[in-house]
């Protein structure tokens, strides 16, 4: 079994054709063929359904046979990639904020994760903050990066940012407003009941979305204003009022409040920001690791 072989074997899963294949990597159709047959004798497997008469298609066999070799070829680069980081003296410090009621999920862990293992010479430093705070750090240069929910950074000026993943909104609920346990509630069965915001020139984002969400639900309620993040959060657990906040916000483990699954609340945008000045060269890897 050669390099070449798999290749081959890739490429026409690719194309879908032996003929576009052979084109693709420069070789005669009868030539890629040989090593696909040579490849399927030493494995002792037929890879492709040779009857299709438009398309190439992988037998059963070879679907297995091809994602294992795609796994393998994936560890492979992985391996290849941080030798070269680790030969070309690849390194640096991120310096990198996370919203300080947010608990890291097993997505985001991930992506720390493998991104530490991939450029293992990269200081990965990571804080915490309220929005204002990441955002303003991150466009004075404190941080080269924040990731904070995707609400709170439309619309800011002298920023980027891209969305890594959606995550689940809930109708956080203090249980003394609840009437029934396994009763299936709507944002509007709370149309009487005390909701929080926080005041605009804290978070503008927060204090729009919540007052378009109960408008589309059909009504208007009481908004009892915080402060700021810290006494947004306090309140809820206090059992001030209702809010709005994905599935990773520590109130939500609270035991004072229950998490609700409403229909008129979309997953929220959960957003890495940063700007375009930044010069820190191994931000650039991070940038690259995301596809940015």
Same mark, same amino acid.
């Given at each position: 079994? &050669?390099?070449?072989?798999?290749?081959?074997?890739?490429?026409? =899963?690719? &194309?879908?054709?032996?003929? $576009? $294949?052979?084109?693709?990597?420069?070789?005669?159709?009868?030539?890629?063929?040989?090593?696909? +047959?040579?490849?399927?004798?030493?494995?002792s497997v037929t890879l492709f359904d040779r009857n299709k008469s438009k398309h190439t298609e992988l037998t059963e066999a070879g679907k297995i046979v091809y994602e294992g070799f795609?796994? +393998?070829? @994936?560890?492979?680069?992985?391996?290849?990639e941080k030798a070269q980081n680790m030969a070309s003296g690849i390194s640096g410090t991120i310096r990198m904020g996370i919203f300080e009621n947010q608990i890291i999920d097993e997505y985001l862990q991930e992506i720390l994760n493998d991104f530490a293992k991939r450029y293992s010479n990269i200081e990965l430093f990571v804080t915490t903050g309220s929005f204002n705070e990441l955002i303003? %750090? =991150?466009?004075?240069?404190?941080?080269?990066?924040? =990731? &904070?929910?995707? *609400?709170?950074?439309?619309?800011?000026?002298?920023?980027r940012h891209k969305t890594l *993943?959606? !995550?689940? &909104? #809930?109708?956080? =609920?203090? @249980?003394?407003? !609840? %009437?029934?346990?396994w009763k299936v509630y709507e944002l509007k069965?709370?149309? %009487?009941?005390?909701?929080?915001?926080?005041? $605009?020139?804290? @978070?503008?984002?927060?204090?729009?979305?919540i007052r378009a969400q109960t408008e589309r639900a059909g009504f208007t309620p009481k908004f009892i204003t915080a402060t700021d993040e810290k006494n947004f959060m306090m309140? !809820?657990?206090?059992?001030?009022? +209702?809010?709005?906040? %994905?599935? #990773?916000?520590?109130?939500?483990?609270?035991? @004072?409040?229950?998490?609700?699954?409403?229909?008129?609340?979309?997953?929220?945008p959960f957003d890495i920001v940063w700007v375009?000045?930044?010069?820190?060269?191994?931000?650039? #890897?991070?940038?690259? #690791?995301?596809n940015i």
């Open positions: 079994m &050669t390099t070449e072989q798999i290749q081959c074997f890739f490429k026409i =899963v690719e &194309t879908g054709s032996f003929t $576009a $294949a052979a084109e693709a990597m420069y070789m005669t159709q009868a030539s890629l063929s040989k090593k696909i +047959i040579a490849l399927e004798h030493e494995l795609l796994d +393998i070829q @994936n560890r492979i680069d992985k391996v290849i303003e %750090d =991150v466009q004075k240069g404190k941080l080269d990066c924040a =990731v &904070t929910l995707g *609400y709170d950074v439309m619309g800011r000026s002298h920023i *993943y959606h !995550l689940k &909104t #809930y109708l956080v =609920v203090p @249980n003394e407003f !609840l %009437d029934d346990s069965d709370f149309k %009487d009941k005390p909701f929080l915001t926080i005041k $605009a020139d804290q @978070n503008i984002f927060q204090d729009k979305m309140l !809820l657990e206090m059992g001030r009022g +209702i809010a709005c906040l %994905d599935a #990773y916000s520590k109130c939500c483990k609270s035991p @004072n409040v229950r998490c609700l699954s409403v229909p008129e609340l979309e997953p929220c375009d000045e930044n010069t820190n060269p191994a931000f650039k #890897y991070l940038m690259k #690791y995301l």
